[in-house]
Structures are given as structure tokens and as C-alpha cells.
């Protein structure tokens, strides 16, 4: 397993770009099961994530294809989908292959998809997609570990699911995501209140209109589907990761460095810069792709509520969690979006950070002079927020399990390391 050794206490300077979102991304992919036509999607980030969904993909019998594993650009073609199902190898290292549930039940009006299950962050059920299907017409059934879903009907709309009014209890990325891909090759109309309004909703959304979906309500909570017959191809480019930019302007203010974040929408990321401000960062919006990010003499501790899109994601919760111990004073975070998120926090306390967790909410006392030593990285957010603690710690940190951020960060430590970071990959074979 491979290993991040980083020397901390090097300050950020030059420019760094940021990648195609991973989480625009996965669902980009998904919805090319809509069609028969080619799709081709740009801008993806060359990560594990995307390679796992791209053999999915190809399981499912889509024919995709890449200049080189892993690829900036996917050419994704399914005339016919032979195996409607997303199997538990796959869907084990990556939750998110329950994207291809809505795609699967719109166009064949059938799916077995193993369920996800939980991981270290929570639980995670999926049964709001479920019951949003049923409403559609679906009927599900879990067996062995797998969900079984199919749409009965005769005639020539057999098989095809219904519109639908759904309300989501909770708000819900990827069920917002499956329920508009469903929709748009479903019969009939979909209005889907309490639905996500992340960017990579929205541009999931723009997507589909191309390739001719008729959906109203990018941005708010309730979006109107009016299902079509057919979907064609298109070509779409996906949006820059916020989390990536956001996680590149926290880099740059623990490290008192300063940094030009490139190929990001500062748009996309008010919540978190506004917080920074709030800690004393200095941040400038250079122009609509383009953030510079400057440290401060002194951090100042605030308070931080994970909430949905707009506000501060759930995402950027440990990063900031990272900054928080360089902080002057008590900055309380509370996470509401997941039951189990603070699993750095026990890490960052081993590297010397004064931190106290209590049910979703943890208090971060500082500054606190981090010091290297050997850490576990339990997730893919969780990672980076290791990584921004070994690059502000004194002497050196190894990050292991460092397969979580291969999930969801390209070339994170190249990019790092060209502005100044003394991080190194370490290849462990065989352990
Ligand atoms: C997506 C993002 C992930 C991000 C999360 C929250 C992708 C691929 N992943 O995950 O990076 O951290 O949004 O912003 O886009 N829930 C239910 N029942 C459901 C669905 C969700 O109870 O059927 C709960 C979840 O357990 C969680 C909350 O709702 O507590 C939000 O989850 P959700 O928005 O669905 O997260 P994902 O779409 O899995």
C-alpha cells in the first residue's frame, strides 16, 4: 500500500490547476447509458473513481474509449446493454455505481445493483432513490446483498417508468442525480421537491438538456422533468472540483503561502471562502477561474456548520478541521451531513492538535505546533485533511492508506510538490 512521506513547514508559493470534478464527473459517465448514441465527456479528473466507473461501464457491455488509462476524455457508446448490473466487485471500492441504478431503470427498465452499504463515514443508505423510484413505478426488492429493480407494463410504454411527484425526505446528491436521469426517459412528468442544488447537479442538468432532456429548475430545490422518448449523444465538459480549489486554498493559508488556484469557479466556492476571510486568509478573486490565496500572520478560529450546497460542504470538512488547529482561539465544527466524519480528528490530536469530539460536533483549541509522525488516512476527504496537517507539522509525517485519496485527487502530490512541498509518494509492493 502506498504511503505519502511529507517534511512540513514549507510555504506554498506559484500556481497550481485544479481537475474536472470527480463528483460531475461520475454522473457525466452514468448518463451515457441513456443513450445509444455516442457521448463523450471531457475535463475527467485521472483518478481511481472514474476508472471504476468506466469499467462498470464496460461490464455493463458500453463500448469505452480512452487515449490511456486513466483519462482526461471518454468516448462512451451503448448501443445495447447486455448485463444491467453494477456487481459488487465494482460497486465495493466506489459507492457511487449506484449512478448507473436511474440510467439502467430509464432505459431498460431494469437493474441489479449491489447495494453499497456503509463506509467509514456513515452508514449512507440509498433508500430515498428507491422510494422515488417505486413512486415512478418501479418495483425493488433487496436480495443477497443486491437491489433488484424492474418496471412491469405491456404495451408499447412497457417497461418505461412514470412520472412522478417525489419529495425527498432528506437531501440527497446522488439520489437527486439518479432520479433526473430516470425521469428524462420516463413517461410523462417528474417534479422532484427537496432535490440538491450542487454544482454538479446543475451540471449533470445542462448535460442532459443536450443531449435533449427537458428539465426545469437548475439551481433550485424543485426540478421539473417532462420525460422523452429518446436521448441522443453529446459532448460535455465537467466542471472544475470546488473541493480540489477548496482544498488548494486551505494549502495555501496553512502554510502562510501564496498561491494562484487556476481552472476553478470561485463561484462554486462562496461558503468556503467566505469562512477563510472569516479566519483572516487573504483571498482574491482574480478573475471568473482564477483565486489567489494568501497566508496570515495569525489564524483566527471560527465556527464551521456542514450543510448542503450552498452552504459549507461536508466535503471541505476536514480540511478546514486541518486549518482550525493553526487557528488563534476555538473554532467549533459541527457536521450535520454524515453520522461519522470526524475520524482525522483522532489523527490530528496524534500529531499534537487540541481537539474535542462530541457526538457531530468537535472543538478545535489552537494553534497547536503539529508534529510528524505515522498517520491513517480513513477516507478520501479525510486524507487531504491529513495532508494539510503533514505540510504545516514539524519534521515528518507518512500518510498511510493513501488509496483514499487516489480515489478523488489527480496527482496530488506532483501538484503539491510544483509549488513547493516537500511531499513523496512511497511505493510499499506487497504489504
Ligand atoms: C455526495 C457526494 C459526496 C458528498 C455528499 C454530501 C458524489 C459521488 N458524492 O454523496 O462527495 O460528501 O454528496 O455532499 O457526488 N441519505 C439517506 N438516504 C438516501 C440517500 C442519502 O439517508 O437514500 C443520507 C446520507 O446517509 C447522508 C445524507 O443523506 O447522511 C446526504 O447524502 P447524499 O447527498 O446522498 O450523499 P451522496 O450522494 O452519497
Not at 207 to 221: N, P, V, W, Y
Amino acid at each position: 500500500m502506498d504511503k505519502f512521506l511529507i517534511n512540513g513547514g514549507k510555504a506554498l508559493r506559484g500556481a497550481v490547476a485544479v481537475s474536472g470534478a470527480k463528483n460531475s464527473a461520475l454522473p457525466a459517465m452514468a448518463a451515457a447509458l441513456l443513450t445509444a448514441d455516442k457521448v463523450v465527456v471531457r475535463n475527467v479528473p485521472k483518478v481511481r473513481d472514474l476508472v471504476t466507473m468506466s469499467k462498470l461501464l464496460a461490464f455493463m457491455d458500453a463500448k469505452v474509449s480512452v487515449a490511456a488509462v486513466p483519462a482526461s476524455d471518454y468516448e462512451i457508446q451503448a448501443p445495447k446493454l447486455n448485463h444491467a448490473e453494477a456487481p459488487y466487485e465494482l460497486v465495493k471500492t466506489m459507492r457511487a455505481s449506484i449512478l448507473t441504478l436511474g440510467p439502467l431503470m430509464a432505459r431498460l427498465g431494469i437493474a441489479r445493483v449491489s447495494l453499497p452499504g456503509g463506509c467509514a463515514i456513515g452508514a449512507r443508505p440509498v433508500d430515498l432513490h428507491l422510494k422515488a423510484l417505486e413512486q415512478m413505478g418501479a418495483e425493488i426488492a433487496t436480495s443477497r446483498g443486491y437491489i433488484e429493480a424492474k418496471v412491469h407494463g405491456n404495451g408499447s410504454q412497457g417497461r418505461r417508468l412514470k412520472g412522478a411527484h417525489i419529495v425527498f425526505e432528506r437531501i440527497t446528491v446522488t439520489g437527486t442525480e439518479n432520479i433526473l436521469m430516470a425521469a428524462s426517459l420516463a413517461e410523462g412528468e417528474t417534479v422532484l421537491e427537496n432535490a440538491a442544488r450542487e454544482p454538479e447537479v446543475t451540471d449533470l442538468i445542462a448535460m442532459l438538456r443536450k443531449m435533449g432532456a427537458q428539465i426545469c429548475g437548475d439551481g433550485t430545490s424543485t426540478l421539473r422533468i417532462r420525460g422523452v422518448k429518446e436521448l441522443h449523444g453529446t459532448e460535455h465538459t465537467v466542471i472544475p472540483d470546488r473541493i480540489e480549489a477548496g482544498t488548494f486554498l486551505v494549502a495555501g493559508a496553512i502554510t502562510g503561502g501564496d498561491l494562484k488556484i487556476h481552472n476553478c469557479i470561485a463561484a462554486h466556492l462562496g461558503a468556503v471562502i467566505a469562512k477563510l476571510h472569516q479566519a483572516g486568509v487573504q483571498i482574491d478573486i482574480v478573475d471568473a477561474t482564477t483565486i489567489r490565496v494568501r497566508g496570515t500572520e495569525k489564524l483566527l478560529g471560527a465556527d464551521v456548520t456542514t450543510e448542503e450546497y450552498p452552504g459549507f460542504a461536508t466535503d471541505m470538512q476536514a480540511q478546514y478541521m486541518a486549518l482550525a488547529t493553526q487557528a488563534e482561539g476555538a473554532s467549533v465544527i459541527t457536521e450535520t451531513i454524515f453520522e461519522n466524519r470526524f475520524l482525522h480528528a483522532s489523527e490530528m490530536m496524534r500529531m499534537g492538535a487540541n481537539i474535542s469530539v462530541e457526538g457531530r460536533r468537535a472543538v478545535v483549541r489552537g494553534p497547536a505546533q503539529l508534529s510528524g509522525t505515522t498517520v491513517q488516512a480513513s477516507d478520501l476527504r479525510a486524507s487531504a485533511g491529513l495532508v494539510l496537517a503533514g505540510l504545516v507539522a514539524s519534521g515528518e509525517t507518512l500518510i498511510d492508506r493513501v488509496y483514499h485519496i487516489d480515489r478523488g485527487y489527480e496527482g496530488i502530490v506532483e501538484k503539491l510538490r510544483a509549488v513547493g512541498a516537500d511531499i513523496e509518494r512511497v511505493h510499499a509492493p506487497g504489504t
